[in-house]
């Protein structure tokens, strides 16, 4: 990556482009900053069903609003080639995607000025999509035993309930009960299996 960055340009700005240009996501937990760049890691914590507080209230979201997902890519990109002037990549269309979503092509539309190699930029293109097609979303409460968990982390989630088998989620989200320990995760799908 390489990006040329102004003055005037916010910090928050310029880190926003970088991220961007590796599929990097940062975590700001208590003032520490946790990256991570490309896929998820290894899984940190196991999770079944029994480790759920029942006594407080889940939420799924199986499938996101049918206009805030993806199944293809456009992108620009500064081009070495032509003195750094924004080029347009070949578009990145999924066949399957778009005959799940009765047959409409949704895209997204990226701007990666940090990232003047087209290779990388098609590699950047299907990532975004395919990370948009990890629909399974979980909030729910659990035990003080998880006050290592981060956001960033991954698990291993193994429930009857869902049909799962080691299926990996990431935790996208924390929050935590100060008075009682509780851990209260968003789980975001990393793993489309």
């Known amino acids: 990556a390489g ?3 102004g003055v005037d340009e916010e910090p928050a700005d310029v880190i926003a482009e970088l991220l961007k240009a590796c599929s990097g996501q940062v975590a ?3 003032g520490v900053w946790k990256t991570r760049v490309g896929p ?6 196991a999770l079944t069903d029994a480790d759920i507080v029942i006594s407080k209230d889940q939420n799924f979201r199986p499938f996101p609003n049918f ?3 993806y199944n293809g890519a456009h992108a620009t990109y500064p081009d070495p080639e032509t003195a750094w002037e924004s080029k347009e990549a070949t578009p990145y269309y ?4 778009e005959a799940q ?10 701007n990666l000025v940090a990232v003047p190699y087209p290779a990388q930029v098609r590699r ?7 990370e948009e097609r990890r629909f399974r979303r979980h909030e729910c409460t659990l ?11 991954s698990l291993a989630w193994t429930s009857t309930k869902n049909g799962y088998t080691a299926k990996v989620f990431e935790i996208s989200g924390l929050t935590e009960d100060p008075m009682t320990g509780l851990q209260r995760p968003i789980l975001r799908e990393r793993d489309s299996a």
């Open 3 to 5: 990006l040329e960055g």
């Open 28 to 30: 700001d937990i208590g």
């Open 40 to 45: 998820p890691g290894t899984a940190v914590f």
């Open 67 to 69: 206009a805030s997902s």
């Open 94 to 97: 999924n066949a399957t995607y």
């Open 101 to 110: 979503d009765r047959g409409q092509r949704l895209i997204a539309d990226l």
């Open 124 to 130: 950047i293109m299907y990532a975004g999509v395919e």
């Open 143 to 153: 035990p003080p035993d998880y006050v290592q968990a981060e956001p960033l982390d």
